[in-house]
């Protein structure tokens, strides 16, 4: 089945650096790719996603960038603020028949961004 | 982004007891809804995916006798916790898809914290 990798478990930035967020999948069918924003103690939001048939995709200061050939797509944060502090999740997923199967995580990256 | 509640957003109870715990997609129906588990620093574990109007489809090594799903109507799933032991804590989050024809968009709820005593 699916399998999905991500790196960093952590990762440490300073207000206004860039960060970025790696995921690599397994299985080369899967086709949807969802990143999640977890605060403590919060249920995760979905913050971008990104399908199959489009290389990147942005949303103001969040883009997620996906490499089908390589099985790997990222999240990235420019203009990092310290409200972006929070643990991050990718997820990927394929569709079975006619329907998106179940999305498949990795284990998260405490994203802190420092004042 | 689409709203999902839950309720209650945290309990705690007795060893022994049942607790229920509603799910909502307050915006869209939701043909079908997920259970996860979470432990502290982890990621999220899947236990079951219910589909209205149809029995829930449990994860290996979770137990349907001890967690009881219904998924009453497009817009409510429950999740009872039968006869709760203290192994039995934890914080569970339910996730509403939108139907194939919108999408199919994941959004998740808020989380409940239950604490068994």
């Known amino acids: 089945g699916e399998n999905v990798e991500q790196h960093p478990s952590t990762l440490s930035v300073q207000e206004g650096d860039s960060a970025v967020i790696k995921c690599t999948y397994s299985?080369?069918?899967?086709?949807?790719f969802p990143w999640y924003k977890q605060e403590l103690g919060k249920g995760p939001q979905l913050i971008i996603d990104?399908?199959?048939?489009?290389g990147e995709k942005k949303d103001q200061r969040i883009a997620v960038t996906l490499n089908k050939t390589a099985k790997h797509f990222s999240l990235h944060i420019t203009e990092t603020q310290p409200e972006d502090s929070a643990v991050y999740f990718c997820a990927a997923s394929l569709k079975y028949g006619g329907s998106q199967g179940n999305l498949i995580f990795g284990k998260g990256t405490k994203l802190s961004v420092k004042p | 982004g689409a709203v999902v509640s839950q309720h209650p957003s945290w309990v705690i109870c007795k060893s022994g007891t049942s607790v229920k715990i509603e799910c909502r997609s307050l915006d869209f129906q939701a043909t079908t809804m997920f259970w996860y588990r979470q432990f502290p620093k982890q990621s999220l574990m899947l236990m079951a995916t219910?589909?209205?109007?149809?029995?829930?489809?449990?994860e290996q090594g979770v137990e349907k006798d001890k967690f009881l799903i219904n998924h009453a109507s497009l817009t409510l799933s429950t999740l009872t916790v039968t006869s709760a032991h203290p192994e039995d804590s934890s914080f569970y989050i339910c996730?509403?898809?939108?139907?194939?024809?919108?999408?199919?968009?994941?959004?998740f709820g808020p989380g409940t914290r239950l604490l068994v005593l």
């Open positions: 996730s509403a898809r939108r139907p194939p024809l919108v999408g199919e968009t994941q959004y």
């Open positions: 990104i399908r199959s048939n489009v």
């Open positions: 219910s589909n209205e109007g149809s029995k829930a489809t449990y």
């Open positions: 299985d080369s069918a899967s086709n949807y």
